[in-house]
């Protein structure tokens, strides 16, 4: 691998006092590296800069070939060491880290190269006034603002000048160089802002037409610049290639590779090796090699290489192979069209993944797919992955027979280095496994195991098939003294598992870079499970500029927390529609008091709770709520939680040991009441129909759940015989009107070692009406008979309105 690292990460602070009376620099941060790089076979004086390093111990580095001979000095905020790098680590980058005595730091980059560091010496920005540097050499340098650096080369006529630049790359800032190679008269001869291949970092090459002095410059493409513009340039007479062609091949096998410049190409055997990277990068073995590589796939099938003229279907290069199989060709000048033709079997589900400008080629692909008869079956343009503009499809065949897939450029354009390659895989089996990001835009927050002596870290690790099946376990070659892995058999039916380590108090402080993986429980699987984790090398906010991908896992012991953690195990089960209280408690270390994060790590499927707790300072527990919905399966599951705590100088983790939680089925069920309506002031009843899915002993509490306290509803008790439950429903003046939504019956069933909290009649609804209005007609006019005397008319009766006949009249505005 070869990545990583955003800057600065400020992801979790705990705004409390601290009285533990050993504060800990747990926790490391890692700034930078003085220099950023250095020359493959020597001893490299490498200052590494942050905070919290007073106890420093070691650096962890991820590829072989590297050797921390020294601890020169330490520091708080800085550490001098010699490392030495041996002749056979590849150039570019590769991950580092820090180990302190309480702690491992986020990831950096280190970077190796063929030739020389030389430091940047100002004043250097003016030409007149340049660096002499000598071809085969690079410079450590920055970019302040507006700032301009010139280097003065001195070459024969004939002679090759390239230059490379490594900024945007180094992983501390969205850095845009710009690099020109100038001549005595000040003309730019070659330059270089962008490229595809290494994005924001460009490179550009130049023959020289006369003896004598040449220039490099390099600036920020904007002048702008600033304090962390840091810069690897590299100088030299070495070929600097775009892309090569064919741009993989299949393991463990020999192919002819065409090295592709801008102005010209060359040839060479490769051996292509057994073992997949998906970082790999090919560099030249015959001619200078560049100070990077070029991305080179790895895969266990064959290729296919075009066949001009294939510029329609009559004339498409035919593959025998079926899939998988891959697919390669250039299209070498504007408006070219390449076919290719392809059996393909009824019902497959073949994934069309196209490699282009992820390999340095400028090509922005479209490609189709066709029939015998001409008929479109499928087609795409953007949406590959890593490079937006790189193609990628899945294809459902329709039936058995010959298929045709055409490649162009979207804009119509093509050129000798617009090389592609086109996966297409139908039945290849693969299982992965990573991490998934703890932290918002930040991707390296507890990507490692630091493991406190006595302790345990844990870490969710989810799972990603293709036509793999079956139960696997974890695989963790190489572990530190003194540390042992404690996760279990993957179920085949499980996305995701807590990984477990525990330290022994006795544990040795150390490291190691394991290379994880996942071992099937069936010897008949041969696939095995590698791990896959992405990583940000370079943003900004929501902005990824630079990703790439780690296949080993820090595992480091470190010195002892101050506090630990411990799930009570419950005496009873979760049930389905049921909730329960997972209780955590914390043993603390006298004098240490701050408060505790913790962290849910995995829960099983059908089950959900918050991903996060806190024991308040002083305080020794929490309560996590388990919620199992109506599909939880039945079974045992080891469930763990993570604290992170200040120790006062930095964060300190420790994971609790597994404690199995089982879960089952419920014991009763009811559907939701019907609606029940009441006149406030009035009682009324809530019925439920109940159905019992497992006997039980004793008596049973159920009660309504989900109205205030301003409406009293009676508890009720029921048995395993009991098919109806009745709640007496009582309301007063301060009883809201209106409906009562989502009302459901909590019901505590007996089961040995206590009782199982059940949630049934979801969905129940209680209304509540305003008072009826007693509504007082007008007295009617007296009827007097002629020549009679007139008698007193009687008031008529106060009549007693129907509830429809209340809001009849409320509508009509009567009083």
């Known amino acids: 691998m070869k990545l990583i690292m955003s800057p600065r990460h400020s992801l979790f602070a705990l705004a409390f006092a601290l009285s533990f009376s050993t504060a800990q620099a747990a926790y490391p941060e890692f700034s930078a590296t003085i220099p950023n790089g250095g020359q493959k076979g020597s001893d490299l004086q490498l200052t590494v800069t942050g905070s919290r390093l007073e106890d420093f111990e070691s ?25 030495a790098i041996a002749p056979d680590v590849p150039s570019g980058n590769h991950l580092i880290r820090i ?16 030739f020389p560091n030389v430091t940047e010496k100002e004043p250097n920005t003016e030409f007149e006034a340049a660096q002499v540097i000598q071809l085969n050499q690079t410079v450590e340098g920055v970019v302040l603002s507006e700032d301009v650096d010139y280097y003065k080369v001195t070459v024969k006529k004939g002679q090759r000048i390239s230059v490379e630049a490594d900024g945007l790359r180094l992983g501390y800032t969205p850095f845009d160089p710009y690099i020109a190679i100038i001549d005595k008269d000040r003309f730019e001869k070659a330059f270089s802002d962008d490229t595809i291949l290494h994005r924001q970092d460009g490179y550009c090459s130049f023959v020289a037409e006369y003896d004598g002095d040449y220039y490099v410059m390099m600036r920020e493409s904007s002048y702008r610049g600033g304090g962390n513009n840091y810069y690897r340039l590299h100088v030299g007479s070495f070929r600097r290639p775009d892309v090569v062609y064919p741009a993989g091949g299949k393991l463990g096998s020999a192919t002819k590779v065409r090295f592709i410049e801008k102005d010209g190409t060359f040839e060479e055997d490769a051996q292509i090796p057994a073992e997949p990277d998906p970082s790999f990068m090919i560099y030249s073995k015959t001619q200078e090699a560049a100070p990077s590589g070029n991305p080179f796939r790895l895969v266990p099938f064959d290729n296919v290489l075009e066949v001009e003229p294939n510029e329609d279907q009559a004339k498409a290069t035919p593959s025998a192979l079926g899939e998988p199989i891959a697919l390669n060709g250039i299209i070498d000048k504007p408006g070219d069209i390449d076919y290719f033709k392809v059996t393909l079997k009824k019902d497959q589900q073949v994934v069309l993944q196209t490699f282009a400008q992820s390999l340095g080629s400028p090509l922005d692909s479209v490609v189709n797919v066709y029939n015998e008869k001409g008929s479109g079956l499928g087609g795409n343009d953007d949406g590959g992955g890593r490079r937006r503009l790189d193609s990628k499809q899945t294809l459902k065949v329709p039936a058995d027979g010959v298929y045709f897939v055409r490649v162009t450029d ?3 354009r093509g050129g000798a280095n617009f090389v592609y390659r086109i996966e297409m895989v139908a039945s290849q089996p693969e299982m992965t496994f990573a991490s998934p990001n703890y932290s918002v835009n930040d991707s390296h927050y507890r990507q490692f195991m630091a493991v406190p002596r006595g302790g345990r870290m844990a870490l969710l690790e989810n799972f990603t098939r293709s036509n793999v099946s079956g139960d696997f376990k974890f695989d963790a070659p190489g572990l530190p003294p003194g540390i042992k892995m404690i996760s279990d058999v993957v179920p085949k039916d499980q996305p995701g598992m807590p990984l477990l380590f525990e330290a022994a108090p006795d544990a040795p402080l150390g490291h190691a870079t394991v290379a994880m993986q996942l071992k099937p429980v069936d010897p008949a699987q041969k696939v095995i499970g590698k791990m896959r984790q992405d990583f940000d090398i370079v943003r900004q906010g929501n902005t990824i500029f630079l990703t790439d991908i780690e296949d080993k896992l820090p595992v480091a012991v470190v010195e002892e927390a ?7 195990k419950p005496a009873v089960p979760l049930v389905t529609n049921g909730v329960m209280n997972l209780k955590v408690i914390a043993k603390r270390k006298e004098g240490f008091k701050t408060a505790i994060r913790v962290l849910m790590v995995w829960k099983p499927a059908g089950v959900s709770t918050l991903g996060e707790q806190t024991i308040p300072e002083g305080q020794n527990e929490c309560n996590f709520v388990l919620d199992a919905n109506a599909n939880a399966p039945a079974g045992t599951w080891k469930f763990v939680v993570m604290g992170e705590a200040d120790a006062g100088n930095g964060r300190v983790f420790n994971a609790s040991p597994f404690c199995e ?10 559907p939701a009441i019907p609606l029940t309506a009441v006149e406030q002031g009035k009682e009324a009843i809530m019925v439920a129909k109940l159905e019992t899915l497992q006997a039980f002993t004793g008596e049973a509490v159920a009660q309504v759940v989900g109205v205030p306290d301003t409406i009293p509803i009676e508890s009720a008790k029921i048995t395993k015989d009991t098919k109806e439950v009745s709640f007496k429903v009582k309301t007063h003046d301060k009883s809201p009107i209106g409906k009562q939504n989502n009302l ?20 129940s609804v209680l209304r509540i009406d305003a008072p009826r209005k007693v509504v007082t007609p007008p007295p009617a006019a007296a009827v007097v008979a002629q020549n009679k005397p007139k008698e007193a008319a009687k008031p008529a009766a106060p009549k007693v309105l129907s509830r429809l006949e209340q809001l009849r009249l409320e509508a009509s505005g009567a009083k």
């Open 59 to 83: 650096l962890i580095f991820f590829s072989p070939g590297f050797t921390q001979k020294s601890v020169d000095k330490v520091e708080k905020n800085k550490v001098q060491v010699t490392v």
């Open 744 to 763: 459901f019956v909590q019901v505590e069933v007996p089961v040995p070692g206590g009782t199982t909290t059940h949630r049934i009649a979801l969905g």
């Open 661 to 670: 939680v089982s879960t089952a089925a419920a014991y009763v069920s009811a």
């Open 99 to 114: 180990r302190t005595k309480s702690g491992v730091s986020h990831a950096r980059q280190l970077f190796v190269g063929p």
């Open 562 to 568: 101050p506090y630990s953690l411990e799930i009570v």
């Open 410 to 412: 979207h804009l119509e």
